[in-house]
């Protein structure tokens, strides 16, 4: 929600990049979190938790992580489509997605706690990543 907040006092009003910086967030954290719950499956497990690995299969959870990070490129695109941001932005957004994705696929068949840790730590360096050239983008463009 920094982003959020911090462009809303910048920019004093709501507009189409509040609810995409938004989404960011949110795709961001979905695949990060379900990368965690696939990392600590084990522990989640034992005290009866029910996450979506454990309710909807291991398979389905690595597919959604998938899915989340396409969505979270869609919304970076979108802030450069619009103008919000520029070229670089939007290029290094479908260059992170496409290494995270690349990981998460060459990968895939490995042990589920490995894979989601792999997949769990690249999220923090996608977030650092977006974050770092959302702050320098006024320099940018």
Not at 33 to 49: E, G, N, P, Q, T
């Amino acid at each position: 929600m920094p982003p959020v907040a911090g462009y809303v006092a910048v920019k004093n009003r709501l507009d189409l990049a509040v609810l995409f910086l938004f989404l960011i967030m949110v795709f961001w954290q979905m695949a990060h979190f379900f990368s965690i719950a696939l990392y600590r499956l084990k522990d989640y497990s034992s005290a009866d938790i029910p996450l979506t690995p454990i309710v909807k299969g291991i398979d389905n959870t690595k597919k959604q992580i998938i899915a989340y990070i396409l969505l979270l490129v869609g919304a970076c695109i979108f802030l450069s489509v619009t103008k919000y941001t520029g070229l670089i932005f939007a290029a290094v957004s479908i260059m992170l997605g496409a290494v995270w994705i690349y990981k998460g696929l060459v990968s895939y068949q490995i042990n589920y706690e490995l894979w989601g840790k792999k997949m769990f730590l690249f999220s923090l360096i996608v977030i650092a990543t977006i974050s770092l050239f959302l702050s320098v983008n006024t320099f940018l463009i």
